[in-house]
Structure formats: structure tokens, C-alpha cells
């Protein structure tokens, strides 16, 4: 079964500091692996996303994550956190099927909060 | 700005009743999903329709039903709705080229039945 694990409900880090979100996955085929962020009151914005080739991925706002397929984790980083990065995290596996992108899976979220 | 549309952004109603949302999809995108957010579940996949017919199916109750029409705009009905179908419902496309893709959402549809 398809399945996503964010195993941290909620992180909270000091501004400047590092951040790894973690991210586990169960998919069936190749997967396709998202991160995307939620500010309160908004939608789901993309932050990276993994489709093949190179296993480590630049994002916006300066965040990387890393693939590996071993492991099945699909990792969130950021070296230095702003106060402004506090928000939802969810990641996020599908696949393609045909000519489009399948439903994706979700995991449950993990909540940042960021100390000034 | 995701360039996804939908409206109402708020709905309060009662229970029992029948509402419709509605999402416009980005420009070119032929793929619609909709999800249904709530603190207990999560993100949930609702249904998705790639230009205009049933693609995939989630945990979509028999009380809901959802349709894409020909200018790929969708609506995602709800009927005799209970307290419990209190929720954000977000609606997303998705480009799909080559071997890319990946979905744009909405702000969501926030629904509270009282």
C-alpha cells in the first residue's frame, strides 16, 4: 500500500539554526516525491520535488532534500531557518499514469515553529 | 499566485444541505483533483478528472459527487452534509510534460457546517 510517514508532528528550531523535516515512503512503483509547504490560510505551495536523476534536489527558499531509495526516505533540509519558514510541511508521493500525474499521497504534516 | 481558482473562499451552512464548489484550473492544465484537509484525516484525495472524464477515485463519500466540464473548470458537490463534512477542500491541477509534473493548488474552499 501507498503511504507516507512524517514521523515529527511538530519541530520547533531557533532562527539560524538547522533543519532536516523527515519523510518516509511506501510506494508501490517509481515514485515521484514532493515537498510542499502551508502557510495559515493558504495553499499547498511546491517546494521541491524529486522525479529521477540527480538524488539530491535544490528547492525554493533555500531548501534541499535528498533521496534515498535504501532508506525510502525522501529528507527536507534547510541550513539556516527564518522566522518567516514557520509552517506546515507535508511530503507528498505519486506517480505518473499515462499523460498526466496520478493522486498524490500525503503525508500527515509536520508543524514548524520558529524561535526569534 | 498558483494561478488555481476557487470559490467560495468561506461557506457556512447547516446540516443536511447542499453546497457546490468550484475550481478553475490553470490555463492548459487538464487534470483536476480535489482534496479534502481536516485536522483529524489529514490530506485526503477526493477524486481527480483529467480533461473531462473520472481519472482516479479516493475517499470520496457517496454524498459527494464532483464532474469537469468542457472549459475544464470543476465542481465538487455536497450533499446532505454533517458536522463532520466540516473542512478545507482544495482543489489542484497539474502540468504534465516529458517526465515532469507536479500539482498547483488552490487556497481551498474552507466549509463549516453548524
Same mark, same amino acid.
Given at each position: ?8 508532528? +511538530?519541530?520547533? =528550531?531557533?532562527?539560524?539554526? /538547522?533543519?532536516? &523535516? ?10 515521484? &516525491?514532493?515537498?510542499?509547504?502551508? /502557510? ?5 505551495? &511546491? ?8 538524488? &539530491? ?19 527536507? !533540509?534547510?541550513?539556516?531557518? +527564518? ?9 507528498? =508521493?505519486?506517480? !505518473? !499514469?499515462?499523460?498526466?500525474?496520478? !493522486? ?9 515553529? =520558529?524561535?526569534? | 499566485?498558483?494561478?488555481? *481558482?476557487? *470559490?467560495?473562499?468561506?461557506?457556512? *451552512? ?5 453546497? *457546490? ?27 481527480? %478528472? %483529467? ?64
Amino acid at each position: 500500500a501507498q503511504s507516507v510517514t512524517q514521523p515529527d508532528i +511538530h519541530i520547533t =528550531v531557533s532562527e539560524g539554526a /538547522s533543519l532536516e &523535516l523527515r519523510c518516509n515512503y511506501s510506494y508501490g512503483a517509481t515514485p515521484y &516525491l514532493f515537498w510542499y509547504v502551508q /502557510s495559515p490560510g493558504q495553499g499547498l505551495q &511546491l517546494l521541491l520535488k524529486y522525479f529521477s536523476g540527480d538524488t &539530491l534536489v535544490q528547492g525554493i527558499k533555500g531548501f534541499e532534500a535528498e533521496f534515498k531509495r535504501s532508506q525510502s526516505s525522501f529528507n527536507l !533540509r534547510k541550513p539556516s531557518v +527564518h522566522w518567516s519558514d514557520a509552517a506546515e510541511y507535508f511530503c507528498a =508521493v505519486g506517480a !505518473r !499514469r499515462g499523460s498526466t500525474l496520478g !493522486r498524490l499521497y500525503f503525508g500527515r504534516g509536520t508543524q514548524l515553529t =520558529v524561535w526569534p | 499566485d498558483s494561478g488555481v *481558482t476557487q *470559490t467560495p473562499k468561506h461557506l457556512i *451552512t447547516a446540516t443536511g444541505q447542499r453546497v *457546490t464548489l468550484r475550481c478553475s484550473p490553470r490555463s492548459g492544465d487538464l487534470s483536476v483533483y480535489w482534496y479534502q484537509q481536516s485536522l483529524d484525516q489529514g490530506l485526503q484525495f477526493l477524486i481527480q %478528472y %483529467y480533461n473531462g472524464e473520472e481519472r482516479a477515485k479516493g475517499n470520496i463519500l457517496e454524498r459527494f459527487s464532483a464532474q469537469q466540464f468542457p472549459d475544464l473548470h470543476s465542481e465538487l458537490n455536497l450533499s446532505s452534509l454533517e458536522l463532520g463534512d466540516s473542512a478545507l477542500y482544495f482543489c489542484a491541477s497539474s502540468v504534465s510534460s516529458g517526465s515532469s509534473g507536479e500539482l498547483f493548488f488552490g487556497e481551498g474552499s474552507r466549509l463549516t457546517v453548524l
